[in-house]
């Protein structure tokens, strides 16, 4: 037999096949030195601790005597990386269109029907943002139907049900109720849509501002007799409130007491309960049975049904759910009125701010009282009103306290 230079055999490979069947250049048997004995003949009786007909490596060699390279066991690995970077890429795609699109979705929804430039003699701003929040009984596309499931009555125009303000900032948010039968004073001011200047000072309740002469002069009358300057204005009226609550699937309240009352329909027992729509109004709307002092005791139901309604909506389980979050945006917000410079961004700060009164991260109060006033009124305590104001505007924690 001929021997190639270094000991190979022409006939036979190291593993002692014929070189025809394997196909492959001879190679030393030992694979590591070339030494004497490693290039023996086959069955010469050199044992090199493999079994007969076992296959090491599984690769054609390349550099390193039967193993695969280093790169052929790497490969599978390097092909899955481009795949899973691929997917995650897409599903980060996915959620950024979803959310750019509902957040201008949403905005499209918005009634920014309110112009707060117009607004007369404006105190200066202070720290952190005001908010007033306004519950009209407006009867806005309701039906006949509606009006009586909802006992609304049919009263033409619009008048003010519940009136709040709302301040966010570093001291915590604080939420503030004003009777709307308090006794206040409306400055003169320019009608909104007629331009016609009233120059008398008028002293009567709180909500005939708004009868007068809507939002507008409802926020003139506010900041002329608190001292606060109003950021943004928020209302909604009985259609768009019984709504949203149910979009949301109805919202728990602990009712402490049996309440019957056939003015607002309201019909409760004492306990947990979840109330729908239809229950919500005529539970935020009664001012008779159970509220023990009328106007003040509403607010105060007022104030802790809104609180738990915003910390029902601002849940995973509503924002993240698109079968929950469209019907509850779709029914609040088109029912919703805000002034022109009201933002998503605004509008969410305001019911997270809500949510944290609800959880007892803030303040939640009626406007000191100090007394009746003319016609069943109420007269505000004006230096706690003074001592209110100005911790709101210097954004401290509030430390003044309501007796009622």
């Given amino acids: 037999m001929n021997e190639w230079p270094g000991g190979w055999n022409d006939a036979h490979d190291r593993y002692g096949s014929p070189r025809a069947q ?35 490596g599984g690769g054609s060699g390349g550099g ?5 390279p280093y790169d ?50 404006r105190p200066e701003a202070g720290e952190g943002t005001n908010y007033l929040i306004v519950g009209s009984d407006s009867r806005e596309g ?81 900041e002329h007799n608190t001292g606060l300057k109003i950021d943004h204005y928020a209302e909604i009226g009985f259609g768009g409130f019984a709504k949203i609550v149910d979009a949301v699937g109805g919202v728990e309240m602990n009712i402490p007491q049996d309440i019957k009352d056939k003015n607002s329909g309201a019909d409760f027992k004492k306990g947990k309960q979840v ?21 003040l ?23 993240l759910n698109p079968f929950r979050l469209y019907p509850t945006l779709g029914a609040g917000l088109d029912t919703l009125v805000v002034d022109e410079d009201m933002s998503l961004w605004n509008l969410g700060s305001m019911f997270l701010a809500m949510k944290d009164v609800n959880s007892g991260e803030g303040t939640r109060m009626n406007m000191p009282i100090s007394g009746t006033a003319p016609a069943g009124s109420l007269q505000w305590d004006k230096a706690k009103v003074q001592q209110l104001t100005q911790q ?3 954004d401290q924690q509030v430390t003044v306290t309501s007796d009622r």
């Avoid at 190679?27 to 090491?56: K, L, M, W």
């Avoid at 997917?87 to 201008?104: D, K, N, Q, R």
């Avoid at 009664?286 to 002092?293: C, L, P, Q, V, Y």
């Fill in 64 to 68: 390193y005597d039967g193993y695969a």
């Fill in 142 to 222: 309701l039906s006949a139907q509606e009006k009586q499931d909802l006992h609304t009555g049919s009263a033409a125009g619009k008048r003010t049900d519940s009136m709040m303000i709302l301040h966010v900032g570093s001291g915590g948010p604080t939420l503030v109720s004003l009777p709307r039968d308090s006794w206040v004073e409306i400055p003169p001011f320019t009608g909104s849509k007629s331009g016609k200047h009233y120059d008398n000072t008028q002293n009567t309740k709180l909500n005939a501002a708004y009868a007068q002469d809507g939002a507008p002069l409802l926020v003139r009358t506010v």
């Fill in 275 to 295: 109330l729908d729509g239809k229950q919500a109004l005529s539970f935020v709307r009664n001012r008779h049975a159970g509220t023990g002092d009328s106007d």
């Fill in 22 to 56: 394997r196909g492959a250049a001879p190679q030393p048997r030992g694979g590591y030195g070339g030494g004497p004995g490693y290039y023996d003949e086959p069955g010469a009786g050199y044992d090199s601790g493999y079994s007969d007909g076992r296959v090491y």
């Fill in 72 to 121: 052929d066991y790497d490969q599978p690995r390097r092909r899955r990386g481009p795949r899973f970077k691929t997917v995650v890429i897409s599903l980060v795609v996915i959620v950024l269109a979803w959310a750019v699109g509902t957040y201008f979705w949403a905005d499209s929804k918005l009634r920014r029907e309110v112009d707060l430039s117009i607004v007369e003699d």
């Fill in 392 to 394: 709101l505007k210097n």
């Fill in 297 to 319: 005791g509403r607010t105060k139901n007022q104030q802790k049904f809104l609180a738990a309604l915003a910390n029902q909506t601002a849940t995973p389980g509503t924002v």
